[in-house]
C-alpha cells in the first residue's frame, strides 16, 4: 500500500512499488488461486445440487396435478403460490451462483484479478448461493405446509422450523468470509483519500 502519488515512483534499484510487490508475493498469489479454486469448486458443487434439486420441484409440484385440466390441485393457494415462487427464486439464483463459480475457475488470475474482478465475482457467487439456500428451504417449508395443513401439530411445526437450521448454520460459517472480502475489496480503496470535513 502506498500513496497515490508514488504509485509510479522507482526506487533506488528502478523498481515501481507495484513490481516489488509482484516479486516478494510471488507465493501469495499461488495461494490465494489455490483458495480461489478450492473454494469455487466446493460451493459450486452445494449450488449445483440445488439448482437439480430445485428444477425436479418445479415439474413434480406438491398435491400433484388435476388430472383433467393438467394443473396443479393446489394452484390458487398462497403456499403454493409461496412454492412457486421461492422455487424459481432458487433455481435462478443457483444458477447463477454456477455461472459465477465457473468463471472464478475459468480465470486467468492475474495480480490485477485478485484486485477487483475475483472479489466481485466471489462475493456474488457466495451471496446468491445464500440466497438460493433460504429459498429452498421457504420452498420445502411451504410445500411441508400444503402436505400436512389438516394436521398440523407441534413435530409439523418443528420440522418446519428445523428446516432453517442448515440456512443459519451455513449463513454463520460463511458469512464472515463474505464481509471480509467486500471490506478488503471497496473498503481498503479509501484509505488514503482525503477526509471531507
Known amino acids: 500500500m502506498v500513496q ?13 512499488p507495484q513490481e516489488i510487490f509482484a516479486k516478494e508475493h510471488k507465493d501469495l498469489l499461488k495461494n490465494g488461486e489455490l483458495w480461489m479454486k478450492k473454494t469455487a469448486e466446493s460451493c459450486m458443487l452445494v449450488a449445483t445440487l440445488i439448482a437439480t434439486m430445485m428444477f425436479a420441484a418445479a415439474f413434480s409440484v406438491p398435491g400433484g396435478n388435476d388430472n383433467n385440466r393438467g394443473t396443479p390441485i ?11 415462487l421461492s422455487d424459481a427464486i432458487a433455481l435462478s439464483s443457483s444458477t447463477i451462483s454456477i455461472l ?4 472464478i475457475l ?10 477487483k474482478s475475483l472479489p466481485f465475482k ?6 446468491t448461493l445464500f440466497l438460493s439456500i433460504i429459498a429452498m428451504m421457504v420452498a420445502f417449508s411451504a410445500t411441508f405446509f ?9 413435530f409439523t411445526m418443528l420440522t418446519a422450523i428445523l428446516a432453517f437450521v442448515p440456512v ?17 475489496t471497496y473498503r481498503s480503496k479509501f484509505l488514503f483519500k482525503p477526509l471531507m470535513l
Not at 509510479?8 to 523498481?15: Q, T, V, Y
Open 146 to 154: 400444503l402436505a400436512y395443513h389438516d394436521r398440523l401439530n407441534c
Open 100 to 103: 459465477m463459480f465457473l468463471f
Open 74 to 84: 393446489h394452484l390458487r393457494e398462497t403456499l403454493f403460490q409461496v412454492f412457486a
Open 106 to 115: 475459468t480465470s486467468r488470475y492475474t495480480e490485477d484479478d485478485f484486485l
Open 122 to 127: 466471489l462475493m456474488v457467487g457466495l451471496s
Open 4 to 16: 497515490p502519488s508514488f504509485k509510479e515512483k522507482k526506487n533506488s534499484k528502478g523498481s515501481t
Open 168 to 184: 443459519s448454520l451455513f449463513v454463520m460459517l460463511q458469512y464472515p468470509l463474505l464481509r471480509d472480502i467486500v471490506c478488503s
